[in-house]
């Protein structure tokens, strides 16, 4: 099992920048692919982006694609979401998400998919 707990939240100017980080404990982090997931109040929790075990592929929504960019340090047992010209739409509960790797499946998108959550962080975008 593996433990995630996410930091880095807060409130911003839209334009602005943030960096989302995701500690994991518990089993081998490189073991697992890593996404971020979004809940804006009253919607569905929707993926965001994610990043496969290796660190190399990675797949972003299209809403945040050239703007977000995700990675992982599997040294340090982390995935980031660096977050660029944000926007108030982008204002959401973020949440880091686990599944134990597949080699021979596509890196996942579907909230369905991953087994272990953490709490979320709270990002909000003031226009």
């Known amino acids: 099992q593996v433990q995630l707990v996410e930091s880095g939240g807060g409130l911003v100017q839209a334009g602005g920048s943030l960096r989302l980080s995701c500690a994991a404990s518990g089993r081998t982090f490189a073991m697992y692919d890593m996404a971020w997931f979004r809940q804006a109040p009253g919607k569905e929790r929707d993926f965001v982006a994610a990043v496969r075990w290796m660190g190399i592929a990675t797949s972003y929504a299209d809403s945040v694609k050239g703007r977000f960019i995700i990675s992982r340090d599997n040294a340090k047992n982390t995935v980031y979401l660096q977050m660029n010209s944000l926007k108030p739409e982008d204002t959401a509960v973020y949440y880091c998400?686990?599944?134990?790797?597949?080699?021979?499946?596509?890196?996942?998108?579907?909230?369905?998919?991953?087994?272990?959550w953490g709490q979320g962080t709270q990002v909000t975008v003031s226009s």
């Open positions: 998400a686990a599944k134990p790797r597949n080699l021979g499946s596509p890196l996942p998108r579907l909230r369905d998919e991953y087994d272990y």
